[in-house]
């Protein structure tokens, strides 16, 4: 192996896809519930993905952002129509790096529009936030903290819930940043009368809301972006993960254009290929929830997932989340690792979240069929564990 050694791999990979069904090098099918971590928004091997890619391709790759993007002004165009407001965004690589464009708009808003700087960003526990040295800080979990990576740059606080939160803004505090649901935390989906009490007070302090969507956001939850299901609107909100559907691609969107030319800066970001695709998710993913298509596999997965919760209560404790990001809570006793593996050896993909819970991701599309082999797939499989 000529790789760092970074991940725990699984001792199997996959040479090609089809729709929510990956299969690997002796051609076994596998139930993918997992979408790449959220990534493939609309499975594998979409159609209008591969022809945008294809189209693309042949055109232009990239040119740098010296240069007009045509792609790029109308994906910020239709992320800005998506959100329902007037919205500038930034485009990246990944959800890490949108999260260091709001970390710096944030920084620069603190320093410009108070008489003394404000700088100092608050989180919640659990949270994740990305693996950069900021976003890592940013994150509200000591584990991502070691002390082989300090120092780290400071200014960045995190609290057991919201209200420790409020009261915690202080004189220095430019920003709040939360994930509506806590994707590595749990799927730990926020009381929705929280937030907003929490929206109204930052607005009153005018201070930034900002909302990590880097995996609850693009349709993941029902609609393009949680907030709206909390009946909030933040200042800034960051994407990636489903918004390429496999093409790398991060996007932070804020209402106050704070940033001059020279600020910040990305060169492969928001290029030819991943906004041009994009562009072709998004047009994909609105079809799938205009249809209906999109609330009815909503719909239909829950009440799997719930039929599964209820059939091995001596497993599952509960479930959590929202839409198709969806979480079963296990039992003190269970072994989420085993579990995992006789997913796998059973074909199924699941993935872990926190310290005890499974997690759900499957793309938005995924066929009835799909989760109905997955489910029959995961029944097996935890019927053979043994507590």
Same mark, same amino acid.
């Given at each position: ?29 596998? +139930? ?20 945008? +890619?294809? &189209? ?21 165009? #239709? ?99 939360? $994930?509506?649901?806590?994707? $590595? ?13 929490? #929206? ?12 990590? &969507? ?17 009946? +909030? ?86 479930? $959590? ?14 072994? +989420? ?43 097996? #499989? ?6």
């Amino acid at each position: 192996m000529y790789l760092l050694d970074t991940y725990a791999r699984f001792d199997f990979g996959f040479e090609r896809g089809n729709g929510a069904t990956l299969f690997d090098k002796k051609g076994r099918d596998y +139930i993918d519930f997992a979408s790449g971590i959220g990534v493939n928004s609309l499975g594998h091997a979409n159609k209008s993905i591969v022809k945008a +890619i294809k &189209e693309q391709s042949q055109k232009i790759l990239h040119s740098s952002n010296l240069y007009a993007i045509k792609p790029q002004e109308k994906l910020a165009k #239709a992320i800005s129509k998506e959100l329902g407001f007037k919205a500038f965004s930034f485009f990246c690589n990944s959800g890490a790096e949108a999260n260091e464009c709001a970390i710096k708009l944030a920084r620069k808003y603190g320093a410009t529009n108070f008489k003394e700087k404000k700088f100092e960003i608050i989180t919640l526990k659990n949270s994740f936030h990305g693996r950069t040295l900021a976003t890592l800080k940013l994150t509200g979990q000591d584990k991502f903290h070691p002390e082989i990576y300090a120092p780290y740059i400071e200014g960045f606080k995190f609290y057991d819930g919201i209200d420790e939160i409020i009261k915690n803004i202080n004189e220095k505090t430019v920003a709040v940043m939360i $994930e509506l649901v806590q994707g $590595e935390g749990g799927i730990n989906a926020l009381d929705k009368s929280e937030v907003k009490r929490l #929206a109204k007070v930052l607005k009153e302090k005018k201070l930034l809301f900002i909302t990590d &969507e880097v995996q609850c956001g693009v349709y993941r939850t029902g609609e393009f972006v949680t907030s709206k299901l909390y009946g +909030i609107k933040p200042d800034i909100i960051t994407f990636a993960k489903g918004l390429g559907a496999g093409v790398p691609i991060g996007a932070c969107a804020c209402r106050h254009s704070v940033f001059a030319p020279g600020d910040h800066g990305s060169t492969f970001g928001g290029n030819f290929l991943a906004t041009s695709t994009a562009l072709a998710v998004l047009s994909e993913l609105k079809k799938i929830k205009k249809s209906g298509k999109l609330d009815e596999t909503i719909e239909i997965f829950n009440e799997n997932l719930d039929a599964l919760c209820s059939k091995f209560p001596q497993i599952f404790d509960k479930k $959590e989340g929202l839409g198709l990001m969806l979480g079963l809570s296990l039992k003190d006793e269970i072994d +989420i690792s085993k579990l995992i593996n006789l997913a796998n050896k059973n074909r199924v993909l699941i993935l872990k979240s926190g310290v005890k819970t499974l997690r759900f991701l499957p793309s938005l599309n995924i066929k009835k069929s799909e989760i109905k082999e997955g489910f029959k797939r995961l029944t097996k #499989a935890i019927s053979e564990y043994k507590i």
